[in-house]
């Protein structure tokens, strides 16, 4: 019969058959191993972003001084920003009941410290009572700042005055010798280590001195940047 050689009409030629290998090709899956791991991946990696933050707080909170209050220009810091910042040294010193203590036990709050001895004449009592207003004129945010009275010899310190600085909140009263403190903060040249009031940051950093007979109203300027600049990064003391 004509036309036996035609192909069979049942036959669709886009259809493969079930034995071709192409048509029957299932691509690989990921194994179960590779598709545990992957999470795995995603979380060291922001573990280790996060050691890397960690690590550079102290160099952020340096910088962020810097470029918050900047030196150079006309409108800026009253105090004197210290760069590169200075860690406070791990030494021992007492409190004035002789108890040892970490000197670094103190960070954590930004701190307005000064120093002097223990007998504490006019201009030191004026700086202390500076020292107190300071933290109080600062309102709400007076929680986050702590001061320090470093007395750097074995003189006894007024009972009167002794008792009316530790009823004040945020007091620390430390006894260390003079030459630990001189090899952390330094005084402005010509000047002694006792007639500055020191800046701390919560990091333990010294990143600012006030000058000599400061103007308090312009050190609480300083003091209110400073505290509206750190707000994101601040943590209450353990």
């Not at 308090?216 to 003391?237: N, Q």
């Amino acid at each position: 019969m004509s036309g036996s050689n035609s192909s069979n009409p049942d036959v669709n030629p886009d259809v493969h058959d079930a034995h071709d290998p192409v048509g029957m090709t299932v691509h690989s899956m990921p194994s179960a191993e590779a598709a545990l791991a992957r999470p795995n991946t995603v979380s060291g990696r922001v573990k280790m972003i996060l050691v890397l933050l960690v690590c550079a707080a102290p160099v952020v909170a340096s910088y962020f001084s810097y470029y918050v209050i900047r030196p150079d220009s006309g409108s800026t810091a009253y105090g004197r920003l210290i760069q590169p910042t200075v860690a406070t040294p791990d030494v021992a010193a007492k409190t004035l009941d002789d108890q040892a203590v970490a000197l670094r036990s103190i960070k954590g709050q930004w701190l307005l410290l000064l120093v002097g001895g223990g007998a504490c004449d006019e201009a030191c009592e004026k700086r202390l009572f500076m020292q107190r207003q300071l933290r109080e004129m600062t309102g709400r945010e007076r929680d986050r700042i702590d001061k320090v009275w470093l007395v750097t010899d074995a003189a006894p310190v007024k009972p009167e005055l002794r008792k009316a600085l530790e009823a004040t909140p945020g007091m620390k009263i430390l006894r260390l010798p003079r030459e630990a403190v001189a090899g952390w903060l330094k005084p402005e040249a010509g000047h002694a280590l006792e007639e500055h009031l020191y800046i701390v940051d919560p990091m333990g950093e010294w990143m600012m001195r006030m000058p000599v007979n400061a103007d308090p109203v312009r050190v609480k300027r300083d003091v209110e940047r400073l505290l509206r600049a750190s707000a994101s990064w601040h943590h209450p003391p353990q």
